[in-house]
């Protein structure tokens, strides 16, 4: 900066801004500095300071858009609420922010004052001095010349500043855009450039995971942008692992949580509200701000900050006018390694200095290098660093910064950067990624790829404008470079490198661990063993994924949670308690603390018991609506009936619920929430609490709103909301009735009067600074405060709220806690906190850092049925808990026992803890942090470096000896000083009914504040919301109304005060009616339509009654009114907000964004200036002339009325003249509206029919007075697109989802597949597959559709597939025909979907969560017929490694575990040797499973393509016998055990050694022998009496051999008792059903012989001779099964039921013991029990160096998809031990990055992974 008035002498008023102030002084500092010393007058200093919302204002004068453009180029913006007055001695002003979120009301008097002030009523004006009563608007200013005596108004004063300079003319000459630097190059704008850039299609492209990106980001991020052009939603929160504790390498974004606004400012609504929205930015060298001239605009101004590839090719280039532009590059070698990450920020620093002092005007950081042999800095970590480093050096406001990445494609991301410094991004290979899928046509749109990228950039402002509103940020300009963030486990060495300023509590990952997961990303790329890379990216950072990212919601938890709470299974629970501790340990804060015990504990007796402890808990608040009504009413019984208390939300509740008084099954909510007025808050709801909770923030989504959707606002919704059915609703962020801590205080105490008995509540949200805010709303008389976690649930948010916003609980609540006691404010409320809880070590720290009560939200609802699916927001939920289909509802199971079985479950658990502790009470625990320490088990290097000090500082030693007792000190709200106690007293025979009315006057001041309230509770109480008749209670007043005037009126109550008001006047409005008029006594000059008389946000929430008002009215008016009647002469900014219902009629003028929202009810507009369009935000409306005799008639009629009780006289002169008048009125009438009375009609109509009745019309009020007959549609009715949009539900929509399949609701719409095998009356005769493979191939995609894709699936669960198949993936690929793309995805856990999709019994269906209630996928025949199809299409090519090791492993036995781990450490590149004992490969799946149910040619195949990969057989050899294993094991580097579980159980009765009883395997090996033509000898059933001993999988094939050989009869023995046709209480989902199945044998024999084969509890006790040393029969007696007093069964015999079975053939399929012992006897391997090789648990190393073991010799007999499993993980432990490190997957396909480190290798051509793509 430059002064040509103080010269040298400038640098004596620095800083400009003084250290640690206020920022009311920080504006001060500014203010008089760019006055003293920058040539501004105090005017336009003001003006450029706080600038109007210029940007979007198409009736803004030019001439002053021009200034504010001008200044923008200079400064950015104040943002924020604000009203400020400023003076110079002599000029006396005032400018209010560009929002209008602050009240700012003036009198002028004819004695030559003006008194202004946030009310009105501060001083005694007698009536007859006053000339005008006004009001600052949004943005507007007012300057008094006290010298003068004049007022300048705002269009007069701001003309004048604008025409001072040539503004215009500078920008015309001297302004850059992107459209300039595209003219000098000769280019259109909307160029598309050459879409071929060299770089593999998106399936091969490394630089997908070397940047990050994972399947989940392309599919549920990145194609939303494309096909929605918005971000896609997500349900039910953020349960997944912190960045600081996560082991999969998050990128550096991850560390980073989005701060918002909460009391101290109001977030904003970006879509109703975008008029006050802007991204526009001018980029680069800044002009000298003191000397204003054309200089000033010499910057390139850019309309948002997302540039295109084609934008970003031509800034490079550019040099016009000069400027030049310089690229650095900011990658570093990768041989390098991790230790090259810091010196490559060094270089990056300095080479950007170095391009500022080489006249660069703009640097764009790329990483465009980053490749094989270069690894990416991380572009935030570059670009904060530059951003910090050049303010240091004095050099930032010299250049503009533009980032070129690969790495950013979330609206977090973007958002971060800039935050962090950036003026533009180029996101280079998100672009790229999606003009790949679209040139694939995998998109599913016809797009160019300029169409694509603008997609994405309408996307992505919409998103970054969310994320900038919820800080209440209107403008780039102000949000850039603010850093509105706090780190999570970031270390200070970080911080003061790169992100200066920044707060991180926990220190943190340093340099040395981000550089460790830099270079673990690239090898995961271009490792030289690439292995299983590829499948690593889904890794199930927003779905939970086996082996993936951890999360708190895991199917095993979700399991044992309601085995034990339906079942009242205490074993259930603790298995649920241990699973949880475990996954809270790897993803909360809290996992890494731990308790210090006692030595001696308490006995339990001495505990506090668990029916007081339950008292301290709650549910969340989950409004009806986002629940189903019987999942909602359900919390509140079981809450009721435990003296707990449920949340009703925000969504309200009906009134029978809270009216019924049955203490045992009350529906009851106790807790009402209130986000300030949003759905149904009557004084009705408010009188039937005894907590009122304002909501000012959610945790999935804090500084947001939400909608519901119409097609999910039911009739019972729209009743309880005091809406219409199938009208939308939306929720604003609270930003309408707090823009403050005084204005919270307010609605506080508007909450107390409304129900002097209730607890006063205040939800906040957890982020830096919580524990101030906490303590101002302490001080604003608040008795209960909620600290929510960061990972709460939501019904429907976006993916970024839900996944970056706010910070844990656990920082929160400590904070809070510390705070309070250090104010002495702790005894005055209770604390809660929320987010997460699960068990009772959750409970018991969330405690001790603080918190009395505790919020559960999540875990209540899983006991209830929910399953963790995350599909709320698509009203899908297949249990009946999220949603309103009234056919999914049938499927909720869940019942109050569920819930309170849940809660005293998790209190008794606490009572362990509290005797451990030696806490005798809760109480005790609370604030003891010296009772926590850190976790001595350290979970991993990340984790060990958080600090957890401030967390843990008790608070006592910060302010010892205060008391807090939470709630032990009562807040004083003055109730016994209410003038509503007087009301009352007069008013008390006719609420008690003994008198029918009263008439009452008084006077009141401002400060009478919720006048009425407490009357009205009285009422509602005992009247509910029907109130008294009209007029029973009459109350004339004079003066001025104080705030919240006669807020929740209830019905039966008029009021008329002669006067004006404040704000909040008619807030909730609940049927009652106040009229408000000037006093009489004013001047006769005085016009009321030119005057204010009431002050913002009037009617807000009002749902019935009538308010009148003469004169205008300020901003806000009628916000979400649902059901009130309003007149009044003149409305500002924002009118009609949110309205859901009723009617108003507008005599006069209008503010700007009329109508946003607006989704019910009519507004009547007298437009006579012909402007209103101009000013109507016209997205949800139409507006229409009144024609309508209806529409008439109720204009007349309330005019009339209006008239007798305010006089008014505009109203007078319409009613005059009214034909003339109605010319000028226009009808403003919602499209969804329309659409939903136009519905109502036609039902009426239909119904009416019914009845025989002629006229079908509607003729009495739908909703308060909402009826006519409907208008007839306009042409144009735009759609939607509001901020929580979902999925639509036009007619149109659902005629094509008829024609085409359903994937979203295909559960509910498609049959399970019946008929997987051929007729069973024609395949028993042959011995071809029993697969019916064309028949299922033909459904395969119905099946497909069936598939829900869950967010929690259970089929890839510890119950579900072992392998962990990404089987949603696979389904989902398949119904959209990507069957290749489907194919890698299957490829990725399985080496064998042949085997399995044949012969496993698919333990992922029994656990599919379809069949909770409904037949479960087709998930086996899918996955089949993928791998067939691939062979079929010749996919299936031998892949043998790039790279060899040179190491040599042998693997001993060829089944299932033996070829899966061959497969793996071939592709690893070992050299791999397989022996078989047998003649051909295969083991068990050669030679135990029948050629009708395993096809030889399959196996034989898979062998052939293993061959030609590398893997050498070796068959006919036993290991121990034929080659000694302990020399095999010196010549190789190790050996794998996979010889499977080969002895047979014996049943060693009588008659054991007679001919004719073999085991099963005899029989089925020597048959299968025979049939690929051995000419062995084999045993024949033809012509036999067989029977077979033993179930099971073996012995229906036992029986279909035998059937086809032509068996005489089969009979097969079973000793337990018939399974259940369905599952049994001791058998819950999702564990296998152990149900009666019949199988393929089965079904067969009953086919042939007539009836099923199998009896059951039946024993064999002696095998009968023919006396020739033959069997001939089986002598059998019954046995009966029951349990003893430890729950253990036991049998016994039935007397007399002996019983003789004819049988010549005796087959013995009882399972096996465990492997040969010869080879491991000869290599001293340890046994376990059951004689398997033993190893340690989780691990496949035996007792012997270099051997492992894997399969059924390891883990016993088990499922073949178990034994591929095992040889998977086993050859993953193999290669780790080898090498060092290994790139094959762990569980689920997931190749932990942990054990990814580069390792030096010869020159080889490097091998691309493919990366599938759904």
């Known amino acids: 900066m430059m002064s040509s008035k103080f010269g040298d002498k400038l640098k004596l008023l620095y800083p400009v801004v003084e250290a640690d102030m206020p920022d009311s002084a920080k504006v001060d500092n500014v203010l008089e500095f760019l006055i003293t010393a920058g040539g501004r007058s105090l005017p336009e200093a003001v003006m450029t300071m706080v600038p109007e919302a210029w940007q979007n204002d198409p009736l803004m004068d030019p001439e002053k858009k021009d200034f504010y453009r001008w200044a923008a ?168 692992a912190l960045a600081c504790l996560s082991q999969n390498t998050p990128l550096m974004f991850e560390y980073f949580k989005q701060l918002f606004a909460q009391v101290t400012n109001p977030p904003i609504d970006p879509i109703r509200e975008s008029i006050v929205m802007s991204l526009a930015c001018p980029v680069g060298p800044e002009a000298n701000i003191l000397e204003p001239s054309e200089e ?72 465009r290098q980053a490749g094989e042999q270069r690894v990416p800095v991380s572009s935030l970590m570059s670009i904060g660093a530059v951003h910090h480093h050049l303010i240091k050096t004095r050099q930032r406001l010299k250049v503009g910064l533009i980032l070129e990445t690969g790495e950013a494609r979330e609206m977090h991301h973007f958002c971060v950067l800039v935050g962090f410094g ?148 205490q074993s259930a629970y603790e298995k649920y308690s241990a699973s949880q501790q475990q996954s809270v340990r790897s993803c909360t804060l809290r996992g890494q603390l731990d308790f210090k015990f006692i030595d001696q504990p308490l006995d339990l007796s001495e505990i506090e018991p668990a029916a007081n ?233 969330a405690g001790m850092l603080g918190a009395d009560e505790f919020a559960f939200s999540t875990a209540p609802l899983i006991a209830m049925g929910c399953t963790m699916m995350r599909k709320c927001h698509l009203n899908t939920c297949p249990v009946g808990v999220a949603t309103q289909d009234p056919e999914l509802r049938k499927k909720f199971e869940g019942q109050p026992e569920h819930v309170v079985n849940f809660f005293f479950m998790l209190a008794e658990e606490i009572r362990t803890y509290m005797a451990k502790l030696g806490a005798r009470t809760f109480q005790e625990l609370i604030g003891r942090t010296d009772l926590l320490k850190r976790a001595d088990t350290v979970l991993s290097e990340k984790s060990q470096l958080l600090q957890f000090d401030k967390v843990l500082t008790n608070a006592l030693e910060m302010r010892p000896g205060v008391n807090i007792i939470g709630g032990s000190v009562k807040q004083d709200f003055a109730l016994e000083e209410r003038l509503d106690n007087q009301l009352i007293a007069e008013a008390r025979d006719v609420i008690d009914g003994t008198s029918k009315q009263c008439n009452i006057k008084v006077d009141a001041g401002n400060t009478v504040r919720a006048f009425a309230t407490t009357l009205s509770y009285e009422v509602a109480r005992k009247y509910s919301d029907e109130g008294l008749p009209d007029k029973s209670i009459n109350i004339e007043v004079k003066g001025h109304g104080g705030q919240s005037f006669c807020a929740f009126l209830s019905k039966g109550i008029h009021v008329e005060l002669e006067g004006d008001s404040n704000d909040y006047v008619c807030k909730g409005l609940s049927g009652g009616t106040v009229v408000i008029y000037p006093p009489k006594d004013l001047p006769a000059e005085f016009k009321s339509e030119e005057n204010i008389i009431v002050g913002n946000v009037c009617l807000y929430g009002a749902t019935s009654g009538k308010a009148y008002f003469r004169g205008t009215a300020a901003e806000r008016f009628c916000v979400r009114n649902s059901g009130a009647t309003a007149i009044v002469e003149g409305v500002g900014d924002h009118g009609c907000e949110y309205m859901t219902g009723g009617r108003v009629i507008i005599l006069g003028p209008t503010g700007r964004n009329f109508a946003a929202g607006m989704s019910g009810g009519f507004a009547y507009i007298f437009n006579k200036s012909g402007t209103f369009e101009s000013l109507c935000n016209m997205e949800m409306v139409a507006l229409e002339p009144l024609v309508k005799d209806i529409d008439i008639t109720f204009l007349k009629e309330h005019l009339q009325e209006y008239v007798t009780y305010t006089g008014s006289e505009v109203a007078t002169h319409i009613l005059s003249n009214l034909e003339e008048s109605l010319k000028y009125f226009v009808k403003v009438f919602p499209h969804e509206y329309r659409r939903a009375l136009k519905s109502i009609s036609t039902q009426k109509a239909k119904e009416a029919q019914k009845r025989g009745v002629e006229n079908g019309l509607v003729t009495k009020p739908l909703q308060n007075g909402s009826i006519s007959p409907v208008a007839k549609k306009s042409k144009k009715e735009p759609s939607v697109q509001d901020i929580e949009a979902t999925i639509a539900d036009t007619e149109m929509e659902q005629k094509m989802l008829d024609k085409a399949l359903d994937k979203t609701r295909g559960f509910m719409k498609y049959h399970r597949q019946r008929k997987p095998y051929r007729p069973a009356e024609t395949r028993y005769k042959d011995w071809g597959e029993i697969y019916n493979h064309q028949v299922v191939k033909k459904e395969l995609k119905m099946q497909a559709a069936r598939c829900m894709d869950c967010g929690t699936p259970f089929c890839q669960s510890e119950t579900g597939c072992p392998l962990g198949n990404i089987i949603p993936t696979w389904n989902d690929l398949v119904f959209k025909d990507q069957w290749k793309e489907a194919l890698e995805r299957l490829l990725a856990t399985n080496n064998f979907p042949e085997f399995t999709g044949r012969c496993c019994p698919a333990p992922c269906e029994g656990a599919c969560v379809l069949g909770i209630n409904a037949p479960a996928v087709t998930i086996k025949n899918i996955e089949c017929t993928i791998i067939d199809h691939a062979f079929e299409q010749g996919w299936i090519k031998p892949q043998p490694p790039a790279f060899r090791t040179g190491k040599k492993v042998v693997v001993v036995g060829s089944g299932p575990s033996g070829l899966a781990c061959a497969a793996q450490l071939n592709k690893a590149g070992h050299t791999v040797t397989v022996y078989e004992r047998n003649d051909r490969v295969g083991g068990l799946l050669m030679y135990g499973i029948p050629t009708m149910k395993m096809s030889k040619p399959a196996v034989l195949r898979r062998r052939e393509l293993m061959e030609d990969e590398g893997v050498t057989f070796i068959t006919g050899t036993t290991i121990g016998k034929d080659i000694d294993a302990r020399e095999l094991l010196d010549s190789n580097d190790a050996i794998v055990m996979c010889t499977g579980a080969t002895r047979p159980r014996n049943l060693p009765i009588p008659g054991r050694d007679l001919e004719g009883i073999y085991f099963a395997i005899q029989f089925l090996e020597g048959w299968q022998k025979n049939q690929l033509g051995n000419l062995n000898e084999y045993i024949d059933a033809k012509g036999k009496d067989v029977v077979v001993i033993g179930g099971g999988d073996t012995g229906c094939d036992c029986i279909g051999t035998s059937l086809r050989m032509d068996a005489k009869s089969i009979t097969s023995f079973e000793i337990l008792t018939e399974p259940p046709p369905t599952r049994a209480n001791d058998n819950p989902w999702p564990t296998w059903p152990r149900i009666l199945r019949v199988d393929y044998g089965h079904e067969e024999v009953k086919i042939k012989h007539g009836q099923d084969p199998r009896l059951f509890e039946i024993m064999s006790e002696e095998f009968l001779d023919d006396g020739a040393g033959n069997v001939t029969g089986i002598r059998t007696c019954q046995v009966s099964w029951t349990k003893d007093e430890a729950g253990r069964w036991k049998m016994a015999k039935v007397p007399d039921t002996t019983k003789t079975f004819k049988a010549d053939l005796v087959l013995l399929a009882m399972g096996f013991l465990g492997p040969e012992e010869a080879v491991v006897d000869q290599l001293g391997l340890d046994k376990d029990p059951r004689s398997n090789i033993k190893s340690s648990k989780g691990k496949f190393r035996t007792s012997i160096p270099k051997v492992y073991a894997a399969g059924d010799c390891h883990r016993g007999q088990s499922l073949v998809v178990h034994a591929i499993n095992e040889g998977r993980q086993a050859a993953r432990e193999v290669d780790l031990d080898l090498m060092g490190q290994t790139a094959l997957a762990g569980p689920g396909g997931i190749v932990i990055q942990s054990t990814l480190h580069p390792i030096t290798a010869p020159d080889q051509q490097q091998h691309q992974q493919p990366i599938a793509v759904a």
Not at 325 to 338: E, L, N, Q, R, S
Not at 745 to 755: F, P, R
Request: hydrophobic residues 35%; contains cysteine; charged residues 25%.
């Open 422 to 569: 950036a003026d533009a991004i180029c996101p280079y290979l998100l672009y790229e990624s999606l003009i790949s899928l679209n040139d694939q046509n995998l998109l599913g749109i016809d797009i160019t790829e300029d169409e694509l990228q603008q997609r994405v950039i309408q996307a992505t402002s919409k998103g970054i404008s969310k994320v900038m509103a919820k800080m209440g940020i209107s403008t780039l300009h102000s949000y850039k470079g603010a850093q509105i963030f706090e780190a999570v486990g970031l270390s200070k060495e970080v911080i003061d490198k790169c992100f200066i300023g920044c707060a991180s509590r926990l220190d943190g990952v340093n340099f040395k661990v981000l550089a460790q997961e830099t270079i673990a990303r690239h090898q995961l790329a271009y490792g030289i063993r690439s292995a299983d890379a590829a499948s690593h990216l889904e890794p199930g950072w927003y779905h939970w994924r086996d082996g993936g990212e951890k999360h708190i919601n895991d199917p095993t938890s979700i399991a044992h949670l309601q085995d034990a709470t339906r079942n009242k299974n």
């Open 613 to 845: 402890i339950v008292k301290r808990f709650v549910t969340g608040a989950m409004s009806f609506g986002s629940l189903s009504i019987e999942a909602h009413s359900t919390l509140a019984r079981a809450m009721n009936r435990i003296g707990a208390k449920s949340n009703t939300g925000e969504g309200g509740e009906n009134a029978d619920r809270y009216l019924v008084k049955d203490p045992k099954n009350s529906a009851r909510s106790a807790i009402k929430q209130v986000a300030s007025g949003r759905f149904g808050v009557t004084s009705s709801y408010l009188a039937n609490a005894d907590e009122l909770q304002i909501k000012m923030a959610q945790g999935a989504k804090p500084g947001e709103g939400g909608e519901l959707p119409g097609h999910k606002v039911t009739d019972d919704i729209a009743h309880t909301r005091h809406s219409v059915p199938w009208v939308g609703l939306i929720s604003p962020p609270p930003h309408h009735d707090i823009y403050s801590i005084e204005d919270l205080a307010e609605l506080i105490y508007n909450l107390k009067c409304a129900n002097p008995v209730a607890r006063i509540s205040v939800k906040l949200v957890s982020e830096v600074g919580v524990g101030v805010i906490a303590a101002g709303v302490a001080k604003g008389k608040a008795e209960h405060i909620t600290i929510s976690g960061h990972d709460g649930g939501t019904g429907a948010s976006t993916w970024t709220g839900i996944k970056h916003a706010g910070l844990p609980w656990e920082l929160g609540i400590s904070e809070t806690h510390q705070t309070l006691v250090l104010n002495d404010l702790r005894s005055r409320v209770k604390l809660q906190t929320d987010g997460q809880l699960r068990t009772g070590r959750d409970v018991v720290i």
């Open 73 to 240: 180029f200079a400064m950015e913006p104040w943002d924020g609420p604000a009203l400020l007055t400023f003076s110079d001695g002599r000029y006396v002003g005032a400018i209010l922010d560009r929002n209008g979120l602050r009240p700012s009301r003036y009198y002028i008097t004819k004695s030559g004052y003006m008194v202004m002030a946030s009310e009105v009523g501060v001083l005694d004006i007698p009536n007859e001095d006053v000339t005008q009563k006004g009001r600052l608007q949004p943005g507007r200013m007012l300057l008094v010349d006290t010298v003068v005596g004049e007022v300048t108004k705002d269009e007069e004063l701001k003309q004048q500043i604008a025409r001072q300079r040539p503004v215009g003319k500078w920008l015309k000459e001297q302004a850059i855009t992107l459209k300039d630097l595209y003219a000098a190059r000769g280019l259109q704008s909307s160029v598309t450039m050459n879409g071929d850039s060299g770089h593999p299609p998106v399936q091969s492209d490394l630089r997908l995971p070397l940047f990050g990106y994972s399947l989940e980001h392309l599919n549920l991020l990145l194609v939303p942008y494309a096909k929605n052009k918005k971000e896609a939603l997500g349900s039910m929160g953020n349960d997944a």
């Open 296 to 367: 000033q605009c010499q910057r390139l101004f850019l309309d948002r900050p997302i540039l295109t590839l084609q934008d970003l090719s031509v800034i490079k280039t550019t040099d016009y006018r000069g400027w030049k532009t310089k690229t650095i590059d900011t990658t570093f070698p990768v041989t390098d390694g991790a230790a090259g990450l810091l010196p490559a920020i060094d270089r990056i620093c300095g080479e950007c200095s170095q391009g500022v002092e080489e006249g660069y005007r703009l640097l764009v950081l790329s990483d």
